[in-house]
């Protein structure tokens, strides 16, 4: 079984501030891990993934998360939030050569003028 | 952005009716999924396809029923609409790889009275 773990339901910060959003995941087997934003009234938009390599992977919007297999944590960061940043944020996981992908329940973030 | 359409975006009708939601990708995918997403943010997988003619249920039980007789078209019916139904329902398809993100429509909003 596979599971995603978002422990914050909401997060605040200031715009401008440095923003991070948790994950942490379970998997057999090396994982695949995505993270996407949702709009109000609109779907889920990738922003990034983590398939293999550099534990750094890079995203839209300026947007990065940080790999730590021995944490299984998939952290997603930007070092300056903005206003345009507050949504619902989601942390996915699915087993390399899997077929199902299992998403966290969901942290909305709120920026701050 | 990704070519995934929805139809219709916010529908509101009454009990017992039957209803299609419509949901159209223009991107080849052989995978398709639908997911209700509760008011609290969680998504929940009802149905899933991974090719023409094939279709499975998913993690969450829903009286929805599905088809997939096109690539490109994935639509969910509703035989009798009940207020229980009431949810937001998002479409999905990705490309065959497990590495490859899922591209999400913006959503039906279906309120049943």
């Known amino acids: 079984a596979q599971s995603v773990a978002q422990p914050e339901d909401q997060v605040n910060v200031a715009e401008g501030n440095p923003l991070t959003v948790k994950c942490t995941y379970s998997?057999?087997?090396?994982?695949?891990l995505f993270w996407y934003v949702q709009y109000p009234n609109r779907g889920l938009q990738f922003l990034l993934k983590?398939?293999?390599?550099?534990?750094l992977v890079k995203g839209s919007y300026g947007f990065e998360a940080e790999f730590n297999k021995s944490q299984t944590s998939f952290h997603l960061k930007k070092p300056s939030a903005l206003v345009s940043d507050s949504a619902l944020y989601f942390c996915?996981?699915?087993?390399?050569?899997?077929?199902?992908?299992?998403f966290g329940g969901g942290t909305r973030v709120l920026v701050k003028p | 952005e990704a070519d995934i359409y929805q139809t219709p975006r916010y529908l509101v009708i009454g009990t017992g009716k039957k209803i299609t939601l419509e949901c159209s990708q223009t991107?080849?995918?052989?995978?398709m999924y639908w997911y209700q997403q509760d008011p609290g943010m969680e998504l929940h997988l009802i149905h899933y396809?991974?090719?023409?003619?094939?279709?499975e249920k998913g993690d969450l039980s829903s009286e929805s029923t599905v088809s997939r007789i096109r690539t490109e078209h994935f639509p969910l019916t509703l035989e009798s609409a009940r207020p229980s139904h009431t949810s937001q329902y998002l479409c999905?398809?990705?490309?065959?790889?497990?590495?490859?993100?899922?591209?999400f429509g913006d959503g039906t909003r279906l309120s049943i009275l």
């Open positions: 999905a398809s990705s490309g065959q790889y497990s590495n490859q993100p899922q591209h």
């Open positions: 996915a996981v699915i087993k390399a050569a899997g077929n199902k992908l299992t």
């Open positions: 998997v057999s087997g090396n994982p695949y």
């Open positions: 991107m080849g995918h052989d995978k």
């Open positions: 983590y398939i293999t390599g550099d534990n």
């Open positions: 396809s991974y090719g023409v003619n094939s279709t």
